[in-house]
Structure formats: C-alpha cells, structure tokens
C-alpha cells in the first residue's frame, strides 16, 4: 500500500524549512542544503493543507514562546533509528547530552554512541526531534545535518543567548 507524501516550505531564523506528512502525519522536517536529505521528488506533491499546526508551533518555537512540541509523527527508519529519534525526544529544551549518554540511556554500552550518533545524524524530523541537543563527550559540537552553525544557533537560542545565524 503506497503512502500519500505532501509537503510544504517555511521560512524560519535558519533558513527555509520543508515539511513533509506522509498520509497527513509529521514524517519530516528539512533544512536548506541538510546532509543525508532524501530526493526532493520524494515529498510528494506542494500542499500547505496539513501543517497549519507545525508551522504554529514551529514559530512559536523560534518566537521563544514554545519549550516542548506536540505534534504526532511518524519515524520512517529502521527499528534502532526510531528507538534512538524517540530518546531524542525525551532531551530538555536548553539542555545537551553526549552521544555515549544517549547510548546508556537506551540501555546500550558507551561503544554503542558511534551507532546512536549516525542514527541521530539521520534524524528526519529536526529541530521538533531535537537532535542538535547532542553534543560529543568532550561537549564539542560534532557535527550537524543541518550544519555546525545551524547546531550552534539553536543551542545558543534555547539557553536564551541572543544570536544571529549567518
């Protein structure tokens, strides 16, 4: 059974955002020029119809007003991806945890983060998965899908210090 894709384009503080719904469900948020970023054709037809709710909560989000999202959304991914995109979920607004963190909260061992940092490099749903709340061990930005300047300004938004991305 083939699955109904729409999407449409926001204009946010970093740049452009795609949405994507699949069968009228979350099933992913892009940035301009993200890495690991699926084929345009494969979004579907442009429908701004299902986001109303996304794109009120997204710019409440980057307006300061909106700590948590509650939106439903569908991970397309394999089983450990899903599990790793849900842990996500679970991580404060403002706050940051290392990849081998997130590795021991899954239950796994600290040679589990390389696995659970390219499952969160896969992430399809930024920013609302907040995946740019995992840092490296050291506390490093390592890198972002989205780009280390993209990672760098949401970290510096959500602890309320006021920057400009470039």
């Not at 059974?1 to 449409?8: E, F, G, L, P, R």
């Not at 955002?17 to 579907?44: C, I, N, W």
């Not at 089983?79 to 991580?91: H, K």
């Not at 590795?103 to 589990?112: F, M």
Request: proline residues 6%.
């Amino acid at each position: 059974m083939s699955k109904m894709k729409c999407h449409t384009v926001m204009d946010t503080p970093i740049g452009k955002l795609t949405l994507v719904a699949t069968d009228g469900v979350l099933s992913g948020v892009y940035m301009e020029k993200q890495r690991h970023l699926p084929p345009f054709e494969t979004f579907g037809h442009p429908d701004p119809e299902p986001f109303g709710e996304v794109i009120r909560q997204l710019n409440e989000y980057f307006a300061g007003d909106r700590k948590t999202f509650d939106l439903p959304i569908a991970f397309e991914g394999t089983e450990f991806q899903r599990t790793v995109w849900q842990a996500l979920c679970d991580i404060p607004y403002g706050e940051t945890v290392s990849y081998g963190e997130l590795a021991l909260r899954l239950g796994k061992t600290q040679a589990a983060s390389r696995a659970v940092g390219l499952a969160n490099g896969k992430n399809p749903i930024s920013i609302i998965v907040p995946c740019h709340r995992v840092v490296g061990s050291t506390g490093d930005l390592t890198g972002y899908g989205g780009g280390i300047e993209r990672k760098r300004y949401l970290l510096d938004f959500e602890r309320g210090d006021t920057l400009v991305y470039s």
